[in-house]
């Protein structure tokens, strides 16, 4: 079964409006989890590396204030894209690893209006 | 971070062995090389991971030669619903905060 779970599985709302979204470890403590944002026919790209108790990393040309993470437990982190546009409509997904392999979550499908 | 190469796309058959090599040249010593299973509008399914020579589970088997510089997973006997994007990745395993980072992938399509 799922050892990540990812909520909402999708969302369409308005543009301008803040969504977020959440990834939980089911049978596991996660200091560290990954969120990804995937675009039609391409790849996983990596946005920022979620730690619990501290700030997200955050990889090149990602922004942090569109894209706000908080780790608040070792089971749950968030993410939360801040006053959304339709360029911001994607599939994001989010990963943990307690011991290994690393697992993902189903994934949100975002669509801004 | 070790880049990985794989063929972009690949087409199969039912019933059919399918191969699938991936290139990591600057594979670290302690990083260990993991496949995942991606179908459209989920997240990447883990099929296996190994570190050297042949690991075997359920569902795959994945070579790995001495010089670790590549991998190859092998699927036996695939079936339509093996059609999928596969993605060969490298990293440390010990490190919980090690970065996966996800190369283009091969899009597996099998048909009847």
């Known amino acids: 079964g799922a050892v990540v779970s990812q909520h909402p599985s999708w969302v369409i709302c308005k543009s301008g409006t803040s969504v977020k979204i959440e990834c939980r470890s089911l049978?596991?403590?996660?200091?560290?989890m990954f969120w990804y944002r995937q675009f039609p026919k391409q790849s996983l790209m990596l946005m920022a590396t979620?730690?619990?108790?501290?700030?997200?990393?955050?990889e090149q040309g990602v922004e942090k204030d569109k894209f706000l993470i908080n780790h608040a437990s070792l089971t749950l982190s968030t993410l939360t894209v801040t006053s959304a546009h339709p360029e911001d409509s994607s599939f994001y997904i989010c990963?943990?690893?307690?011991?290994?392999?690393?697992?993902f979550g189903d994934g949100t499908r975002l669509s801004i209006l | 971070l070790a880049k990985t190469t794989q063929p972009i796309s690949m087409d199969s058959y039912e019933g059919q062995e399918v191969n699938i090599t991936c290139s990591h040249n600057?594979?670290?010593?302690?990083?260990?090389i993991t496949w995942y299973q991606q179908f459209p509008s989920q997240g990447p399914r883990f099929i296996i991971q190994?570190?050297?020579t042949k690991v075997t589970n359920e569902v795959a088997s994945l070579f790995i030669p001495a010089d670790r510089k590549s991998s190859t997973l092998s699927l036996p006997r695939v079936s339509l619903s093996d059609t999928a994007v596969y993605y060969c990745?490298?990293?440390?395993?010990?490190?919980?905060?090690?970065?996966?980072?996800f190369g283009s992938g091969t899009r597996l399509l099998v048909r009847p």
């Open positions: 990963s943990a690893r307690g011991v290994q392999p690393q697992h």
């Open positions: 049978d596991f403590q996660a200091t560290t």
């Open positions: 979620s730690n619990e108790g501290s700030k997200a990393t955050y």
């Open positions: 600057n594979i670290a010593t302690n990083d260990y």
């Open positions: 190994g570190y050297k």
């Open positions: 990745l490298v990293g440390a395993r010990a490190d919980s905060s090690y970065k996966l980072i």
